[in-house]
């Protein structure tokens, strides 16, 4: 298989960790959500859509202990949890089940959070809830109109055996 990318846009801005096909920022400023979501977007990124276990576990790997702001929702409709970037109905899911969550405590908790004090799982928090937050952002361009986001995390939660660059900028990995 043959992705298509530009060869100067796999390398992340500085600040930013990269992991598979997208860039991570980690704030080490306290927002809410919804500035967090803006702070975000003004870099040019996303605040976090996680797609799966292993983008999950690199999350809980890299964040600090502390919690963090990701991009899911339910303000829409209570307990349809949507990435609000994309509008995306929320399917894999990291919930804390120990609460369990979400919750929704006090009748206002609509944003996603990732939680250091349940090991990292995931909890519903009060919107205007000061917190660090992460974003992240593509590291190459779809030429071909798919989503190869989606297509490479499959992969890479398969396992991707070896990937390589030619020298017309291409990655063609090897499965």
Same mark, same amino acid.
């Given at each position: 298989? +043959?992705?298509?990318?530009?060869?100067?846009?796999?390398?992340?801005?500085?600040?930013?960790?990269?992991?598979?096909?997208?860039?991570?920022?980690?704030?080490?400023? %306290? &927002?809410?959500?919804?500035? #967090?979501? %803006?702070?975000?977007?003004?870099?040019?990124?996303?605040?976090?859509?996680? /797609?799966?276990?292993? /983008?999950?576990?690199? !999350?809980?790997?890299?964040?600090? /202990?502390?919690?963090?702001?990701?991009?899911?929702?339910?303000?829409?409709?209570?307990?349809?949890?949507?990435?609000?970037?994309?509008?995306?109905?929320?399917?894999?899911?990291?919930? $804390?089940?120990?609460?369990?969550?979400?919750?929704? !405590?006090?009748?206002?908790?609509?944003? !996603? #959070?990732?939680?250091?004090?349940?090991?990292?799982?995931?909890?519903?928090?009060?919107? $205007?809830?000061?917190? %660090?937050?992460?974003?992240?952002?593509?590291?190459?361009?779809?030429?071909?109109? +798919?989503? %190869?986001?989606?297509?490479?995390?499959?992969?890479?939660?398969?396992?991707?055996? &070896?990937?390589?660059?030619?020298?017309?900028?291409?990655?063609? +990995?090897? !499965?």
């Amino acid at each position: 298989m +043959i992705l298509g990318m530009r060869s100067d846009s796999r390398s992340c801005p500085n600040g930013w960790f990269r992991n598979g096909t997208k860039c991570y920022f980690f704030s080490e400023e %306290l &927002k809410t959500w919804m500035d #967090a979501k %803006l702070a975000c977007e003004d870099d040019g990124g996303i605040l976090v859509e996680v /797609e799966s276990k292993c /983008e999950n576990d690199f !999350l809980k790997m890299s964040a600090s /202990e502390q919690w963090h702001w990701l991009g899911g929702t339910d303000e829409q409709e209570e307990n349809v949890w949507l990435w609000s970037p994309s509008q995306n109905l929320i399917i894999f899911t990291n919930w $804390n089940l120990e609460e369990p969550e979400p919750n929704n !405590l006090n009748g206002n908790e609509n944003c !996603l #959070a990732l939680s250091s004090a349940y090991e990292f799982a995931w909890y519903d928090g009060t919107c $205007n809830t000061l917190l %660090l937050f992460i974003c992240e952002k593509v590291t190459w361009n779809n030429t071909y109109g +798919i989503n %190869l986001v989606t297509i490479v995390n499959a992969i890479t939660d398969i396992t991707v055996n &070896k990937s390589e660059k030619s020298s017309n900028g291409r990655i063609v +990995i090897f !499965l």
